[in-house]
């Protein structure tokens, strides 16, 4: 029996229900125990992306039937602790910077986010302390100030910090009305029909590889945006991965999801002709900024959907593209924060947290379906489309008590290391997580290894 949130997630997408016959769960009670229904949707988030990739793969195969898909448990929670579980020649990654974290204020709780330099800056600013300010000297500044009055005041800098909600709090709030309106996966077709195909992949390859052939413009950071374009290169997709060179990021992250992709460094503005050159040959772009931030570099869907019909344009954002705080800078630690689930998952005494940074692993997850999907309906009508996700609308749905299921049965999840994997690379000696979208005649790895920051040069290979 599938599960139902497996069902509502490829319904979303705009699924044949048939072929849900197609997929297999293998199910292992206590994988990401919580509170919340995690490891579900972490299984229909994973489970609804290889169905995809089945899919599009038996289209452009041309193949009888769409291979059957497998989505086990074991592999989806070790996949969603990827950037965790990692190692460089032995070291375990850097995951978070000592402000960002839980403070107690006045009168309740605030998580801060300061990963990035330029983040910690404003946040030491809109505070009014200097850039070489201890966290204890933050905390003692917090303990005078309301969560709500911090969250303001930081915003304001543009900073990042969001004060504790329950779920109700967060129900009253005007983006939550605006989040609620919009589905799960936002689907719709954009510009004019044009005469892009795809063309049929060799019946006589290994693997079967539903994205080969097929170029994708990685405009996206942190976790959510390069999860999808991550396993869009495990399914042979060519991912070129473009970071502005003035933007720092954080190494260990981008190792972690920059497994199958190339990375180069481009100024948006400045070199605007090698982007154009980019997009006129993409098949998909992705972006993963602020909703708007890209627009002055004719990055909108609109503008790229006019130039170049037919493109697959995917949007992924923490709060959505509406509301009051859609021009709001978010992450998923944040977002669970503000949507009641931290207080969910916490106690009395403190706030809590999911066992993995769900929402990001799963819309990442999610939104490779939506373009695998995308790209199988342009075949049929030459249309481009816009696929766009919110972290606030993935945790709506996790947070949504309709349609629960008991739990299941199964074999006990033992833990990661059946699901891990070793290889060498240019950044070291690499202990990963394996991908976990698995279909009959898949892919099991990714064809290469991650590459340094900006080593790749601007262009298709």
């Not at 497996?6 to 016959?21: N, V």
């Not at 689907?187 to 079967?208: F, Q």
């Not at 772009?285 to 890209?294: D, E």
Request: glycine residues 10%; hydrophobic residues 45%.
């Amino acid at each position: 029996m599938i599960d139902q949130m497996i069902k509502s997630a490829w319904i979303a997408l705009g699924g044949d229900r048939e072929l849900l016959s197609r997929l297999v769960c293998v199910e292992r009670p206590g994988a990401m125990a919580a509170r919340l229904p995690v490891q579900r949707l972490a299984r229909a988030c994973v489970g609804a992306c290889a169905l995809a990739a089945a899919e599009l793969g038996a289209l452009r195969g041309g193949l009888g039937s769409v291979p059957r898909a497998v989505v086990d448990d074991g592999a989806v929670a070790t996949a969603f602790h990827s950037e965790r579980v990692l190692r460089i020649d032995g070291r375990a990654p850097v995951n978070f910077a000592p402000l960002s974290r839980w403070w107690r204020a006045s009168y309740g709780w605030v998580r801060t986010h300061a990963n990035y330099p330029h983040h910690r800056l404003r946040l030491l600013d809109a505070l009014g302390l200097p850039d070489d300010a201890t966290p204890e000297e933050v905390e003692r500044l917090l303990l005078e100030r309301s969560a709500l009055e911090i969250e303001e005041t930081v915003y304001a800098a543009g900073g990042l910090a969001v004060a504790l909600r329950t779920p109700g709090q967060w129900a009253a709030h005007p983006q939550a009305a605006e989040v609620a309106q919009r589905p799960l996966v936002e689907r719709a077709p954009i510009g004019v029909a044009s005469g892009r195909e795809l063309p049929p992949l060799e019946r006589e390859s290994a693997p079967l590889l539903p994205a080969a052939g097929l170029r994708v413009l990685d405009l996206t950071r942190v976790l959510a945006g390069p999860v999808a374009t991550r396993t869009l290169a495990l399914l042979g997709a060519d991912v070129l991965r473009v970071d502005a060179p003035e933007l720092p990021e954080l190494a260990d992250q981008h190792a972690d999801t920059g497994f199958g992709k190339r990375s180069a460094t481009l100024e948006l503005g400045a070199d605007s002709a090698l982007l154009e050159e980019l997009l006129a040959s993409a098949d998909v772009v992705v972006t993963g900024y602020r909703p708007g931030a890209l627009d002055r570099f004719g990055l909108s869907a609109e503008a790229l959907a006019e130039r170049h019909p037919g493109l697959i344009v995917a949007e992924i954002s923490a709060w959505g593209a509406y509301g009051p705080w859609a021009e709001r800078r978010g992450f998923d630690s944040l977002v669970q924060v503000a949507t009641g689930i931290a207080a969910t998952e916490g106690s009395t005494m403190e706030p809590g947290a999911l066992p993995a940074q769900a929402l990001d692993h799963g819309s990442g997850y999610l939104m490779a379906a939506g373009i695998l999907r995308a790209l199988g309906e342009r075949s049929r009508d030459g249309q481009g489309r816009l696929v766009r996700l919110a972290l606030a609308r993935t945790a709506r749905w996790l947070t949504d008590d309709a349609g629960r299921d008991p739990r299941p049965g199964g074999q006990k999840y033992e833990g990661p290391d059946a699901w891990l994997a070793e290889r060498d690379g240019p950044l070291g000696r690499l202990r990963y997580a394996r991908p976990p979208v698995s279909f009959t005649g898949g892919p099991t790895d990714w064809a290469a290894p991650p590459v340094p920051l900006g080593s790749s040069p601007a262009t298709w290979s």
